[in-house]
């Protein structure tokens, strides 16, 4: 017999579908999971008894599950949401977002710190620590009860090693090996993933983009990055660089990928908020690291003001919608993507900037994609995050019912 139809894979595969056909539902008669997987009542029954022997699942008798009848009750199994937990973590220059959802990816808390921690790794990592700490005390969550954790980080993030090689807008960052750092906190597996690359996860998973095969999802604030999934599957890169945009040397008078002063790339220097700013007068873009959250901040007031009728703000909004249009349409003509998806705290401007990217967009690409906001805002990452951490508990307990996208 080939491996491919062995014994142990076809049981494996038979539990994959029990488990999908129960999670997200009440208790279920072993004859309602035959219905919806097509399996035979004895392998129905022998995939849950798997799934119960591993904790996934529990028999109840039929009128728990809210289901009477006549006669002798008969046994209904019902999925274990809460047999463990996953944790996503959303960690930024000046915001820590941790979730804590169950085995059904709902999220049953959430503990956010804004605030300037990033002056150093160690600061940053001991403000994770501390935000983890308070969100499973109120949640009432044992460490121990934590199946797995994911972090999303800026920066680059090497595919093989996980570690973080590249984040100009964390100090010394690099030199924090964050999955090793957060491993003396947990026993369960910790996996370190870039944020942009979580938030068009999330955004395929709960957002926008549900069920589209190839989307872009640009990260559109202080910087500016992208996420990547190419049919059905996330996009990384060789070396964990796919979706740097921010580093395109596509406008006029940029050569070379070397960051300013301020660290930012060549695009992102001329299309973040600071740019923003900079084309509406309001003051010269500053360059500290600790002004980006003003920026963003100051940003939105442009937005606000190009709203209310003033024609220096409507102008400058578009001057740098003309200069991401530049940038995307190198995306656009590489990849073709079905959807481009804006987040971040420039896509806050609203329709009138999508407007704007669309005109801008016209004459530069073949065909037009859809272009829309997420739907998920500055959430995006820690559900990203969420979801990647609920593949790994899944891809170990029952690898056929994993996403592949998220692995």
Known sequence: MQASSSPALLREINCAKVFAALRGRDALRLTEIGELTGLSRPTV??????????????????EAA??????????????????????GIDIGPHKILAMLADLTGSVVAKKRRDDDFASSGQQVLAAVRETVTSLLKEAGIARHEVWSVTVGTPGIVDPHTRAVTFAPSLPDWNEIRLADALRRSFSAPIQVENDVNLAVIAERWLGVATGVSTVVFIQWGARVGAGLVI??????????????????????????????????????SRVGAGAIIEAAGSRRRRGRRADRRAEETDATAVFAAARAGDEAAAQAIDEVAARLARGLSALLLVLD???????????????????????????????????????????ATALGAVRLALTDVEDRLLPAATDPLAR
């Open 337 to 379: 993507p079905e959807m481009v998806v804006l987040g971040g705290g420039v896509s806050t401007a609203g329709p009138s900037l999508l407007s704007a990217i669309e005109r801008h967009i016209e004459p530069l690409a073949l065909a037009k994609p859809l272009l829309t906001l997420s739907a998920l805002g500055d959430e």
């Open 66 to 87: 809210d289901q009477p009848r006549i006669g002798r009750p008969a046994r209904a199994v019902r999925f274990r949401r809460r047999a463990g937990y996953v944790l």
């Open 231 to 268: 049919g059905d599957r996330l996009h990384r890169g060789a070396a964990g660089m796919a979706g740097e945009i921010g580093y395109l040397s596509v406008l006029d008078g940029q050569a070379g990928v070397v960051p300013d002063e301020s660290g930012l790339g060549p695009l992102e």
């Open 45 to 62: 029954s022998q995939a849950s008894e798997q799934l119960v022997a591993g904790g996934l699942a529990e028999y109840v008798e039929e």
